[in-house]
């Protein structure tokens, strides 16, 4: 039972990817997942969150009108558009199921991650001319 992402890459400023964050073992219908990222040496950051309720959305000031966050229940994914990438994005990108009502909290930095689950293999994003 796990959410494993994927879809990284190596790119230059300006470009784009998709990561996709997929669930194996249980069904992501109801559940929030929130896309994290952590750079070596500096505390895991979250990035975007979607409420498993209502589709609603929540993303890092960083990253808000350059990243998308939405979800394929049929698919049992969640991806993360990422446009106008920069190299401060450069990170190790992670997918997690978030507790309801924390989509805020998770962006934010303020739920300890103990309180996130079924976190997976994370994918590496390179933004670098």
């Known amino acids: 039972v796990q959410l494993q992402a994927s879809g990284g890459g190596s790119v230059q400023p300006g470009g784009s990817l998709r990561l996709s964050c997929k669930a194996s073992g249980f069904t992501l219908e109801y559940i929030a997942v929130g896309w994290f990222r952590q750079v070596p040496g500096k505390e895991r950051e979250g990035v975007s969150c979607?409420?498993?309720?209502?589709?609603?959305?929540e993303s890092a000031r960083s990253v808000r009108g350059r990243f998308t966050i939405s979800r394929d229940n049929a698919k049992n994914m969640v991806y993360l558009q990422m446009n106008s990438l920069e190299p401060g994005d450069t990170a190790e990108y992670y997918c997690?199921?978030?507790?309801?009502?924390?989509?805020?909290?998770?962006?934010?930095?303020?739920?300890?991650?103990?309180?996130?689950?079924?976190w997976g293999q994370g994918t590496q994003v390179t933004v670098s001319s």
């Open positions: 997690a199921a978030v507790p309801p009502g924390l989509c805020g909290s998770a962006v934010a930095g303020t739920a300890h991650s103990s309180l996130f689950r079924f």
């Open positions: 979607i409420s498993g309720l209502d589709d609603s959305t």
